[in-house]
């Protein structure tokens, strides 16, 4: 992994168009600016994880038939 | 015109190029940016996202308003540009679904919904409060199955 050291206000760039900026660094808080193109989709990673595990999951547990179901309420 | 797509689940499906769903960013975490949205039993209220590129790729998914009265989803700035100009009703709403033996153990994701518009869809993480990634799917609608009925607690 590359280490790149910043101080607050510091950029680094990810190729032509991407800028990371350091906001602001608070203890072990570090708030990060992120300038990128719109079809650039930024996640926090935690939380990509946990989507990207629930599709998994959701595409896996599939071989059980789904049952037919019918609201109650619903007009017969 | 249909479009013929092979499917490991269903074997080889004849569809109509209507149900086909560009994801220009895929969906989190799997491959592949084509899926076919597949309605393959009208007694249940589940759909199945078939991938296009990936036969043994299918997720269920659901309408999340038939089973969650206060669901809601908002999105960040970032993703209704994605979405494109004024967002209203004509964004359909699917959460996807992960089955299980018992219906008490069927759980729907609600953090990270899919929006389809206009052909095309974005799985967004949904910024309404509240919004768990493994809620409980038969918690609140009284449902009948196979004669028998269920339901909740």
Redesign the interface.
């Known amino acids: 992994m590359l280490r790149i050291t910043r101080k607050t206000g510091e950029r680094i760039m990810l190729g032509d168009d991407v800028v990371v900026e350091v906001l602001e660094v608070r203890g072990q808080t570090v708030r990060l600016g992120i300038d990128a193109p719109q079809s650039l989709v930024i996640y926090r990673e935690e939380i990509w994880l946990e989507v990207k595990r629930e599709n998994e999951a959701a595409a896996l547990a599939a071989s059980a038939p789904l049952p037919s179901v019918r609201f109650k309420g619903a007009g017969e | 015109m249909s479009l013929t797509i092979e499917s490991s689940?269903f074997g080889r499906v004849e569809v109509d190029p209507g149900s086909v769903i560009e994801f220009?960013?895929g969906?989190?975490?799997?491959t592949g940016s084509r899926y076919a949205l597949l309605a393959r039993?009208p007694?249940?209220?589940?759909l199945?996202l078939q991938s296009l590129e990936d036969p043994a790729?299918?997720?269920?998914v659901t309408n999340p308003h038939?089973f969650f009265s206060q669901f809601q989803v908002e999105v960040t700035d970032?993703d209704a540009?994605?979405l494109g100009p004024e967002l209203s009703a004509e964004v359909d709403v699917y959460v996807?679904?992960?089955?299980?033996?018992a219906?008490e153990d069927f759980v729907a994701?609600l953090?990270?919904p899919i929006l389809v518009r206009s052909g095309r869809g974005y799985?967004v993480?949904n910024q309404a409060p509240g919004c768990e990634?493994?809620a409980p799917l038969f918690a609140e609608?009284?449902?009948?199955?196979?004669g028998s009925?269920s339901s909740a607690c």
């Open positions: 689940r220009p960013d969906l989190i975490g799997l039993d007694d249940t209220p589940f199945w790729l299918a997720l269920p038939q970032e540009e994605r996807t679904v992960r089955a299980a033996e219906l994701n953090k990270a799985q993480i990634l493994r609608v009284e449902v009948e199955t196979n009925s």
